[in-house]
């Protein structure tokens, strides 16, 4: 495995964009859409780009970089047409221990982005090592067809009653069994078919009807 998969939370936290074009706006859109405060330093930004500036929590300075500009930064993306200010991001970013993506250059990443499939809370990455974007995108673009958005109203509606399960079936075997009959079976159905009231009300049937049986073992 050449690469560690974890997921970072950077909400509301200070993220840092060197360059302007499609590239740039493709992995700031990412940044913004987990909840990062970002700014982006280009002297010239692309139409892209420039849509993204107008959302909330991005702010953008039209010029050069300056190594003053990693200051409180927690991450760094450099997506410029100039190597050599993306190896100079990179190289910095690196001797203040800040994460660094380089598009197009995994030699000068220390992380990097993969292609997301994006059902929140559920998501799930794919990544290639960086040697093939491509064939990244496509493989999320076919798993996309077997996972529908419905799967992450279910996450949703798991998290509002883990807490009551947890309390009720104190046991981690009791509690694993519990969920995996609720997720493979008419709870799940009930919500995938539009019918989340019915779902929640199933759900709570099936923690109070079985709670007795769970402890029981």
Known sequence: MDYLPIFLDVKDRPCLVVGGGKVAARKLALLHRAGARITVVAPDVCNDMRQHLQQE????????????????????????????????????????????????????CNFIMP????????????????????????LRARLESFIPAAYGRLARMVDDYRQEVKQRFAEPAKRRYFWESILQGRVAELLFAGQEEKARTALETAINSTDEEFRSG
């Open 57 to 108: 929590n991005i702010t953008c300075e039209q010029r050069e970089f300056r190594d003053s500009d990693l200051d409180d930064t927690v991450l760094v993306i450099a997506a410029t047409s100039d190597e050599a200010v993306n190896r100079h991001v990179s190289l910095l970013a690196g001797q203040r221990h800040i994460p660094a993506n380089v598009a197009d250059n995994p030699k000068l």
């Open 115 to 138: 292609s997301v499939i994006d059902r929140s809370p559920v998501q799930i990455a794919v990544s290639t090592g960086g040697s093939s974007p491509v064939l990244a995108r496509l």
